[in-house]
């Protein structure tokens, strides 16, 4: 039978309104792989699975969002979940099927059709959970020594009644079974041919996955596979693949292959770009970001102070590296202690604060294991990175290093040192420094300026 053909419909409450302009200030150039995802879900009639890969912090949702609201745009039907905010007892076809029934919703009745079949069908998913609960509870001893004489031969009825009860509703559904198959080939034949009606793809996002409880994020994925898999409807799932392995090894063992347990519910991940391959346009990027943040604040970038963290920022954020959010909580930690003095020390406390907050306690109390490992560990890496990669400022990065050094070595008042941390490390018009002390005193100044929490 014919149908007319659908085109997206729109919905109050939809989570994609807050977005007024689709891939506004993308200084990322995310534009480009939305362009090419929008040509392949176009071309793929069949359905698919999509995994969009990066780690926490790296801009997933921003990125699934601005899609979404773009091909929302477009003409296509959009739904955007956010699994995690959904974590709890309803089964996620449930929320997969409700959303569905809510998106084509129609003067003939569409989506009171989707809800028609998917109530009978998820009426026949009703787990044994409940039942087995019920024997476990009745099969509980009394809690006191004399009631459990009396009650011993209760007890024992109570628990065969609810065990012949539990035997009595499997035996049914057994029987039953032929008939719950055909309400599921009943539900896919409906949905089926609804979303074949549609001018083009439904795209389906599922956002937060990786956030969830392990057996909800599995379920999830198991629900989508095997009853939404079918032409013209597309899933997108932002995620971390790395978190999404760990789930499938928490639920079936740590010996599971995750991935390729994945590829059976995952027709392909790909990994979401964080900045463009040439060096000097990511730090170029990674700039405006910062500058971005400074601008949604109401402040200047132009201002002296703010130009040299901006670009102190910007080289500590490509060599450690920091994520998108973890470059939003440094300028906003550095925005509300009201811009302290001395960029660089300042800095620095801010990414040791986000990134190794166990050393920051330490370092304060001058503790000689953590200064070597600042020195060893995390400086020098920095310093050998921070030569391949242009405009970074490898003397700051040495310096901070040299002091660090000296520190872990007992004090020593090596003037040197000293001289290049006033050079390269310190303010333009900074007091002069004498001693290594009172660069620690510095540091410690600085620390308590930014209202850095120091725990033993």
Same mark, same amino acid.
């Given at each position: @039978?014919? =149908?007319v053909?659908?085109?997206?419909? +729109?919905?109050a409450?939809?989570?994609l309104?807050e /977005?007024? =302009?689709?891939?506004?200030?993308d200084?990322?150039e995310?534009?480009?792989?939305a362009d090419?995802?929008?040509?392949?879900?176009?071309?793929?009639?069949?359905?698919a699975?999509?995994?969009?890969?990066a780690?926490w912090g790296e801009?997933?949702?921003w990125?699934a969002?601005n899609?979404?609201?773009r091909?929302q745009?477009?003409?296509h039907?959009?739904?955007?979940i956010d699994?995690?905010?959904?974590?709890? *007892?309803?089964?996620? %076809?449930f929320?997969?099927?409700?959303?569905?029934?809510?998106?084509?919703?129609? *003067?003939?009745?569409?989506?009171?059709?989707i =809800?028609s079949?998917a109530?009978?069908?998820?009426?026949? @998913?009703? $787990?044994?959970?409940?039942?087995?609960?019920?024997?476990?509870?009745?099969s509980?001893? $009394?809690?006191? $020594?004399?009631e459990?004489a +009396?009650?011993?031969s209760h007890g024992?009825?109570s628990?065969?009644?609810?065990?012949?009860?539990t035997?009595?509703? /499997?035996?049914n559904?057994?029987?039953?079974?032929?008939?719950?198959?055909?309400?599921?080939?009943n539900?896919?034949t409906?949905? !089926?041919?609804?979303?074949?009606a549609c001018?083009?793809? /439904?795209v389906?996002?599922?956002?937060?996955?990786?956030?969830? =409880?392990p057996t909800f994020?599995?379920r999830f994925?198991e629900?989508?596979? +095997?009853?939404?898999?079918? &032409?013209?409807?597309?899933?997108?799932?932002?995620v971390?693949?790395?978190?999404?392995?760990?789930?499938v090894?928490s639920?079936?063992?740590?010996d599971?292959?995750?991935?390729?347990y994945?590829?059976k519910?995952?027709?392909?991940?790909?990994?979401?770009?964080r900045?463009p391959?040439n060096?000097?346009a990511h730090?170029?990027?990674?700039?405006s970001?910062?500058g971005g943040?400074?601008?949604?604040?109401?402040?200047?970038?132009a201002?002296?102070?703010?130009?040299?963290?901006?670009?102190?920022m910007t080289?500590?954020?490509?060599?450690?590296?920091?994520?998108?959010?973890?470059i939003?909580?440094?300028?906003?930690?550095?925005?509300?202690a009201? #811009?302290? &003095? #001395?960029?660089g020390?300042?800095?620095?406390?801010?990414?040791l604060?986000i990134k190794? &907050?166990?050393?920051?306690g330490?370092?304060?109390?001058?503790?000689?294991k953590?200064?070597?490992?600042?020195?060893?560990d995390?400086?020098?890496?920095?310093?050998?990175?921070?030569?391949?990669?242009p @405009?970074?400022?490898?003397?700051?990065?040495?310096a901070?290093?040299? %002091?660090?050094?000296?520190e872990?070595?007992? +004090?020593?008042q090596?003037?040197?040192?000293i001289t290049?941390?006033?050079?390269?490390?310190?303010?333009?018009?900074s007091?002069?420094?004498?001693?290594?002390?009172?660069?620690?005193y510095?540091?410690?100044?600085?620390? !308590?300026?930014?209202?850095?929490?120091?725990?033993?």
């Open positions: @039978m014919n =149908r053909a659908r085109t997206a419909p +729109h919905h409450g939809n989570a309104d /977005i007024a =302009r689709p891939f506004a200030g200084l990322l995310r534009t480009r792989l090419k995802l929008t040509g392949y879900i176009n071309r793929v009639r069949e359905g699975v999509i995994a969009i890969d780690s801009g997933k949702t990125f969002k899609w979404a609201a091909l745009r477009e003409g039907p959009v739904v955007y699994a995690f905010a959904q974590n709890n *007892e309803l089964d996620p %076809f929320i997969v099927a409700a959303e569905l029934a809510l998106l084509l919703e129609d *003067e003939q009745g569409t989506g009171d059709a =809800r079949e109530a009978r069908l998820l009426n026949a @998913m009703v $787990p044994l959970t409940g039942r087995l609960a019920a024997v476990k509870t009745v509980q001893s $009394p809690s006191g $020594p004399k459990a +009396h009650d011993a024992k009825a628990f065969q009644l609810a065990s012949d009860d035997v009595n509703w /499997i035996d559904r057994l029987k039953a079974w032929p008939a719950e198959k055909a309400l599921f080939a539900f896919r409906t949905l !089926g041919l609804i979303v074949a001018d083009k793809p /439904i389906i996002v599922i956002d937060e996955l990786d956030r969830c =409880r994020a599995i994925l629900r989508i596979r +095997h009853y939404f898999d079918m &032409p013209n409807l597309i899933f997108v799932l932002p971390n693949r790395i978190q999404l392995y760990e789930a090894k639920v079936y063992g740590s599971t292959d995750a991935g390729a994945l590829h519910f995952i027709d392909f991940f790909l990994s979401l770009p900045f391959s060096d000097t730090l170029a990027h990674i700039r970001f910062i943040i400074f601008t949604r604040h109401g402040l200047d970038i201002a002296p102070k703010r130009q040299r963290f901006i670009e102190l080289a500590w954020a490509a060599l450690v590296p920091l994520t998108l959010q973890e939003d909580r440094a300028v906003t930690l550095y925005i509300l009201d #811009e302290p &003095p #001395e960029q020390i300042a800095t620095f406390l801010i990414v604060k190794k &907050p166990e050393w920051l330490a370092l304060l109390k001058n503790d000689r953590t200064l070597a490992l600042i020195s060893e995390f400086l020098a890496k920095i310093v050998a990175d921070s030569q391949k990669l @405009m970074a400022p490898d003397r700051y990065f040495r901070l290093q040299s %002091f660090f050094n000296s872990k070595t007992n +004090h020593l090596d003037r040197q040192v290049q941390f006033q050079t390269d490390v310190l303010d333009p018009n007091f002069y420094i004498e001693s290594l002390e009172e660069i620690a510095l540091i410690r100044m600085i620390a !308590g300026s930014l209202d850095l929490t120091i725990t033993d």
